[in-house]
């Protein structure tokens, strides 16, 4: 893999992390995972990507130390559903509060672009994040992804 112009990343589903192949429908969602700021963790981003790939999403994954603007212009341009942000550095109360903003400014309020959240992020930041506009947030679990995809399938689809 490598980043293309722009720092886009498109990951091929070549191996099926859920060990089989999950015929469900992405109902013609669109998501983009991407890292803002100095986040230096980029495996469980990447495994996600994969696994969302793998249960039918077209999935964008934005290489990392992105921008707020570089993050809000590319989910504005590429018509994302749903932005995952995978935040480890301690900055997530900033850049996920700064990124909902920036979609609401930049006129994403209206084609529902939901923000979701993981990394290591301290529960009692959750509240604020949520009032910020976030409308998930997944800690690391070790070694499962399948909650994200959960609500990802159960719980965005329907609202997007």
């Not at 790939?53 to 989910?75: K, N």
């Not at 994302?80 to 909902?100: D, Y």
């Amino acid at each position: 893999m490598r980043c293309l112009p722009g720092g886009l990343w498109r990951i091929p589903g070549s191996r099926n992390i859920l060990g089989r192949r999950k015929n469900m429908s992405s109902k013609g969602m669109k998501l983009m995972i991407t890292q803002p700021g100095l986040d230096m963790h980029p495996q469980g981003a990447k495994l996600l990507v994969r696994l969302l790939r793998e249960a039918g999403f077209e999935v964008l994954y934005r290489c990392r130390r992105q921008t707020v603007a570089e993050i809000v212009d590319m989910a504005i341009r590429e018509n994302i559903n749903l932005l995952g942000l995978s935040c480890s550095s301690g900055a997530h109360r900033h850049f996920l509060a700064a990124i909902a903003k920036g979609l609401k400014e930049n006129g994403a309020g209206n084609t529902k672009i939901f923000i979701f959240g993981g990394g290591a992020l301290p529960p009692g930041d959750f509240e604020y994040l949520y009032s910020q506009g976030v409308k998930a947030i997944f800690l690391p679990s070790g070694s499962s992804l399948t909650p994200v995809l959960d609500w990802v399938q159960g719980e965005a689809a329907p609202q997007v």
